[in-house]
């Protein structure tokens, strides 16, 4: 019997291990596009060109302050539902795009890029503002499901040893978009004197480079046909069923990583209402446009190596070399990361505050370019914070792949950060909404949130574990394969 057995298991072992091998040949003999298609890189390239496309041109129209509208309450009312709907479909995000997979999530949300734009369009061409407030609702469905697919994305497709760069990959492309945008909007909104909103024609710009979105969205790959940089593949698991998707949903909303995380998610995207706000309320319209253009410059910028290796790089790529360092355990990076990240933005909002209490007590009314010290004072907080803010957000999607066991989960725990960050954004345009000279109470309440949010996340952060779960589980299920040559062999 025992012999039986034994006959049995290196049987199977045999199998498994014929499965393997036909599996790496015909890998091998994969033509050389092919192979480079299924490459990780291509495939974050890939998502860096959707995000190019779609959520940074978004970012470049909240750049003009307002939308560019003449006044920025129905841009902000526009935005407050955009966000209410991205939260209601992102809590259900995890099973949906589980179900239909992350190629066809991002499709449905690169169809819907375009609308936002169209919709701004509209509404500074023929003044309709329905179309603009419907774009919300409708846009937030579509841009739900990309997010989802994305956050799962970015936090899957990295072997461990270079996530932070491949973050700061994603991060660059989202500020390159906005600087294109922003480039955009100078080249039609540069004239000395003008007032009330930009010009309707610079929407149409924004409007073709959101639909190019759409065929890179066509070209993205099953998580587990992508080969990683370093040659390892991507852990996933067994299709679940919608009833199973939503326990597991459930029960990713109510776990330790995003409970402890929740008003970080809360905080990290609390402050784009009010920046918009303050810029709409502060700066002329060519002022904004140039905002617009040189706001991504410090994020998306990378220095050169110097001798020193010990220097850090400017930008969030430096961030992402800090979080990948070598020889330094998981646990620690993600604390220096963190203390980094919060030490800026205190910095911001704390230089934010002074100068809208300064501007309470003496309005200086439309600041343009040509203003000098007024101009660089007033701008700088607002320049710095579209780096501070980035770096958040980046920070916290490498935080949450380092507890992640397979890429399903990475999807849940995306969807859930998505969900809750959402409700912060829909929250903080709907109370600027009601702004109407001061957006200093903005500033205060985003203060308040950071330092609400920093126990939970040091509690979060010591707990990090000192290698991602995954990569464990990966290494284990090789030995097994190794393990089982072994017998085979015997």
């Given amino acids: 019997m025992a012999d039986t057995d034994t006959k049995t298991a290196v049987s199977n072992a045999h199998d498994d291990l014929t499965l393997s091998t036909v599996v790496a040949t015909s890998e091998e003999l994969l ?58 479909v992102c ?79 994603w991060i660059v492309s989202r500020n390159l978009g906005q600087l294109v945008g922003g480039a955009i909007n100078l080249a039609k909104n540069n004239k000395d004197g003008a007032s009330g909103g930009v010009t309707a024609d610079t929407f149409i710009a924004f409007v ?49 990583l995003i409970v402890l995380s929740a008003l970080w998610a809360l905080w990290s995207f609390f402050y784009t209402g009010t920046w918009s706000t303050y810029l709409g309320t502060y700066f002329s319209v060519r002022a904004r446009a140039l905002s617009s253009l040189i706001s991504p410059f410090f994020c998306m910028y990378p220095e050169e190596p110097t001798s020193n290796p010990g220097q850090n790089r400017i930008g969030c790529f430096g961030l992402g070399f800090i979080l990948d360092m070598k020889g330094v355990s998981q646990r620690r990076r993600a604390q220096i990361g963190l203390y980094i990240v919060v030490l800026l933005n ?103 949130l950071l330092g609400a949010a920093l126990v939970p996340m040091i509690m979060l952060v010591n707990t990090t574990p000192d290698r991602i779960p995954a990569d464990v589980i990966a290494e284990q299920n090789a030995a097994c394969e190794q393990k089982l040559n072994r017998v085979e062999d015997a």
Avoid at 49 to 59: E, I, K, L, N, R
Avoid at 68 to 74: E, N, R, T
């Fill in 346 to 448: 205190t910095g911001v909002y704390i230089w934010s505050i002074v100068m809208q209490t300064r501007f309470n007590r003496h309005n200086p009314g439309s600041i343009d370019w040509e203003d000098g010290s007024l101009y660089a004072r007033s701008f700088l907080p607002y320049f710095f914070v579209q780096t501070t803010g980035p770096l958040s957000q980046s920070y916290m999607y490498w935080l949450l792949s380092s507890f992640a066991t397979d890429a399903q989960e990475n999807v849940r725990n995306g969807a859930a950060f998505r969900c809750i960050e959402a409700i912060g954004q829909a929250v903080a345009y709907g109370m600027n909404t009601q702004t109407t000279s001061s957006p200093l109470v903005g500033f205060c309440v985003t203060f308040a």
């Fill in 31 to 88: 033509p050389l596009w092919k192979r480079v298609w299924y490459h990780s890189l291509t495939q974050m390239l890939l998502l860096s060109v959707q995000a190019f496309c779609g959520p940074a041109m978004s970012d470049a129209i909240t750049g003009l302050g307002g939308g560019g509208l003449a006044s920025p309450q129905v841009s902000n009312i526009a935005n407050a539902i955009r966000y209410a709907m991205l939260a209601i």
């Fill in 208 to 256: 073709i480079i959101e639909c190019i979105a759409l065929p890179f969205a066509l070209m993205i790959i099953p998580f587990e046909h992508v080969v990683r940089s370093d040659g390892t593949k991507i852990v996933t698991s067994e299709p679940l069923s919608s009833r199973v998707e939503l326990r597991r949903i459930a029960k990713t909303m109510t776990s330790k």
């Fill in 91 to 169: 809590f259900l995000g995890g099973p949906i795009v589980n179900k239909i997979g992350v190629k066809w999530a991002l499709v449905i949300g690169s169809m819907s890029f375009p609308i936002e734009g169209s919709a701004y369009y509209c509404n500074s061409k023929f003044g309709i503002q329905w179309y603009l407030i419907l774009s919300g609702a409708i846009g937030g469905v579509g841009t739900a499901c990309w997010y989802v697919a994305e956050a799962g994305a970015i936090m899957t497709l990295a072997p461990s040893g270079a996530r932070g760069k491949y973050l700061a990959l």
